[in-house]
Nanobody, 121 residues
């Protein structure tokens, strides 16, 4: 059974930093896109960052709102993906979800249970 487990959320003041971790189990995610989404209260889940796999290596994409502040990375040996968040703003508050996307005849999305990030002003 595939599982994604997030950790590292918490309460931080504006301008502070947090590092989120996502540990995957049940299958290898080496050749799979992995990333982060978030959902603020009363809003839809939105894309934050993704590390995308291709035969030529990995590329990272970011939402405009987090570009230059957040950094996504992955450790294939640990089957893990991380999100380093700096210069946090109150609008970064939300539940952060880890995502693993397996492409194929049918795309399969795996999700973690989420970790709460709260940024106080």
């Amino acid at each position: 059974q595939v599982q994604l487990v997030e950790s590292g959320g918490g309460l931080v003041q504006a301008g502070g930093s947090l590092r989120l971790s996502c540990a995957a189990s049940g299958r290898t995610f080496t050749n799979v896109d992995m990333g982060w989404y978030r959902q603020a209260p009363g809003k839809e889940r939105e894309f934050v960052a993704m590390t995308r796999w291709s035969w030529r290596g990995y590329n990272s994409d970011y939402a405009d709102s987090v570009e230059d502040r957040f950094t996504i990375s992955r450790d294939n040996a640990r089957n893990a993906v991380y999100l380093e968040m700096n210069s946090l703003k109150p609008e970064d508050t939300g539940i952060y979800y880890c995502n693993g996307r397996v492409a194929g005849p049918v795309t399969v999305d795996y999700w973690g249970q989420g970790t709460q990030v709260t940024v106080s002003s």
